[in-house]
């Protein structure tokens, strides 16, 4: 068997950044693990996961701050999941991919 790696981006917003492009129409609510979670299209063709419960705003309302992105919905709605069962987790991979200061 092959081993193959799979790119999972966190996605932080810090401010007024842009928030990330998602196609038109594309939310749909994925159930993982009994927890409903939604997830969007995003324009470059992978998916992100955004909330924790299905009255989530929209994925570029400025109440969106925090975004996984994989390849499949359920891979980025899966993962979100993993993340909000322990945020410090989450809290530990973002400071990770922070630049460090001289």
């Known amino acids: 068997m092959a081993e193959t790696s799979v790119l999972i981006e966190l996605l932080v917003a810090d401010g ?3 928030r990330p492009a998602v196609e038109p129409s594309s939310r749909i609510d994925v159930s993982v693990n009994g927890q409903m979670y939604p ?7 992978r998916y992100i996961a955004w909330w924790f419960t299905t009255t989530a705003p929209d994925p570029t309302d ?3 701050t ?8 359920y891979l980025a709605a899966a993962t979100l999941g993993e993340l909000w069962e322990d945020p410090t987790l989450f809290d530990s991979l973002t400071a990770a991919a922070q630049p460090s200061s001289p």
């Open 39 to 45: 997830t969007a299209k995003l324009d470059d063709g």
């Open 62 to 64: 400025a109440a969106a």
């Open 66 to 73: 925090e975004w996984v992105a994989a390849p499949t919905r």
């Open 16 to 18: 007024d950044e842009e």
